[in-house]
């Protein structure tokens, strides 16, 4: 059934939920599945999401096996990809290749928030290691940035 899911100040009408429910890698931030969750929405290959990072906050490093498409629709905040940062800020458009290890950050004085569309089937997010970590850290701008 075709539909529209309302939205009022970046909350739209369904489930606000933590942004993970447990692990220590990320501070501050909420999710919401706008559209591939819901009853009636199964034939989407994707999920419509949206991530809202409070100022200070950052999601978790990680990786995965699928790309992700990112697009900033408030505030700033500054994103590690693999062995960079980089700023972002309203209507800028991410791409995350697989195996690329990410992370946000909120920078500004309001919160960042950004929609992220990923494949309905997905691999877990893998966190980095000694070594990634090491290896992550080799670059400057990245190791002053970086949360884990």
Request: hydrophobic content about 30%; charged content about 30%.
């Amino acid at each position: 059934m075709a539909k529209i899911i309302r939205s009022e100040n970046y909350r739209w009408d369904v489930p606000l939920k933590e942004y993970k429910s447990d692990g220590t890698g990320f501070r501050d931030i909420t999710r919401q599945t706008i559209l591939g969750e819901a009853e009636g929405e199964e034939r989407l290959n994707f999920l419509t999401r949206y991530f809202e990072v409070q100022p200070g906050g950052y999601s978790s490093l990680e990786h995965h096996e699928h790309p992700h498409a990112v697009v900033i629709i408030r505030g700033e905040g500054e994103v590690i990809l693999k062995d960079r940062v980089e700023p972002v800020g309203l209507h800028d458009c991410v791409y995350i290749s697989p195996h690329t290890y990410h992370q946000f950050h909120a920078t500004g004085a309001e919160p960042l928030g950004f929609l992220c569309i990923v494949d309905r089937e997905r691999d877990r997010p893998q966190v980095p290691g000694d070594t990634d970590l090491e290896n992550l850290r080799k670059h400057p701008d990245v190791a002053k940035r970086l949360r884990v």
